[in-house]
């Protein structure tokens, strides 16, 4: 009986424990990125736009922001300090979500090394650099994954909020999901996750929709002027061939067809091999997608698939880290978009070829136990 007792206070005071722990670390990173960091910082341009957003405690667009305006709230606390130390406090944020993405096995030395392959990554390393907004989709990932195991609505709703912050990775993911909780789900439950979404975005739309809107009607002009055009999209792919519409269309064919498929053949699966799978997908058909977008496919999808084909999964990774030797060479090369493109490509068919196998292993057992 005691020890019955004693299991959830013991559990309670790790909690506590490492909650004052993490504010602890959390206000000495922002301390010390206050007093150490330089006043003009070469690196943090995403965060700097993000950070103007709220900056004061307020919520005002300015040009180059085209994040959903409820992606700010989470944000909002941040407003109030620095830019260094918000910047800092933001890293430890990203850093610790990032650990979370590295499966834990019976193997250490292999849990390590896999941490040492995603911290190691040029996509990583920018994604911190930078100080980009793809680790709260990478966290909405995991609290989906997370939520859907569990049924827990405030968790998905919120894991939908947070993947909403980039639709361009989360668009197919946020379908098939939907499909997926109303097939699954008791319809009190994913109800009652759909209402605690909307009572985020309504406001949220009331209130800023407007300028948010303004700044998307900039988006194409914006985007689409740069250099490399759709960026690690198919059109960087389509770029190698040519202009021709069919080439791209046939591609944008295949990948949708194939990625509704494996979806439509495994409802009651939403691990984090078919999240990745869809991420991947929505990059290859979007518009435009940046080369930081790239860390939530590695860190969802690859490191997850190192778990279960340890070379795979490692020579996938591998592929996000070779960059990182153009240091050594001078003028410093420019990284083609195509050769992001071709990974993501190889990414998506090895998330889709999982995926598959797990559907066969299913209907397997299936037909076993009715047998």
């Known amino acids: ?116 392959w995603l911290m190691g990554s040029y996509v990583t390393l920018r994604q911190i650099a930078d100080g980009n907004l793809t680790a709260l989709v990478i966290a ?12 827990s609505d405030w968790g998905l709703a ?36 759909l209402l605690i979404v909307l009572l985020v975005i309504a406001p949220s739309l009331l ?54 498929y494996l979806t439509l053949a495994s409802p009651t699966v939403f691990n984090a091999n078919k999240i990745a799978a869809l991420v991947s997908a929505s990059l290859l058909l979007s518009p435009y997608a940046n080369v930081l977008s790239l860390t939530t496919v590695l860190a969802v999808g690859v490191m997850a698939l190192r778990q279960r084909h340890i070379w795979l999964g490692t020579i996938l990774a591998a592929f996000t880290s070779l960059p990182l030797l153009t240091v050594f060479v001078t003028p410093l090369p420019t990284i083609p978009n195509y050769y992001w493109a071709v990974w993501l490509v190889a990414c998506w068919s090895a998330f889709c070829w999982q995926l598959s196998r797990q559907i066969r292993s299913a209907t397997l057992a299936a037909n076993v136990s009715n047998a």
């Not at 206000?27 to 341009?45: S, V, Y």
């Not at 909403?164 to 319809?187: D, F, G, N, Y």
């Not at 300028?211 to 770029?239: K, Y």
């Open 1 to 116: 009986m005691n020890r019955k007792l004693s299991a959830p206070l013991d559990r309670r005071t790790d909690l506590l424990i490492a909650t004052g722990l993490l504010i602890f670390i959390v206000a000495l990173t922002a301390l010390a990125a206050e007093k150490l960091l330089p006043e003009r910082l070469a690196f943090g341009f995403d965060w700097a736009l993000h950070w103007h957003v709220v900056r004061g405690g307020g919520l005002i667009y300015i040009a180059g922001n085209y994040n959903p305006p409820w992606t700010f709230l989470w944000l909002w606390p941040l407003g109030w300090l620095s830019f260094r130390s918000s910047w800092g406090v933001f890293t430890v944020f990203t850093l610790l979500i990032l650990i979370l993405c590295v499966p834990r096995t019976a193997h250490h030395r292999l849990d390590l090394a896999g941490l040492g």
């Open 140 to 151: 909405g990932c995991l609290l989906v994954e997370w939520s859907y195991r569990q049924r």
């Open 158 to 193: 919120l894991g939908v909020l947070l993947l909403t912050t980039k639709m361009q990775e989360s668009a197919l993911a946020l379908a098939a999901l939907a499909l997926s909780v109303v097939w699954v789900w008791p319809r009190p439950r994913w109800r009652r996750a």
């Open 207 to 260: 209130i800023w929709g407007a300028d948010w809107g303004q700044a998307l009607r900039h988006i194409s002009d914006e985007l689409f002027s740069r250099p490399g055009g759709g960026g690690v999209t198919l059109t960087a792919i389509t770029g190698l061939v040519g202009q021709w519409p069919w080439v791209r269309l046939m591609l944008s064919v295949s990948i949708l067809g194939i990625t509704a």
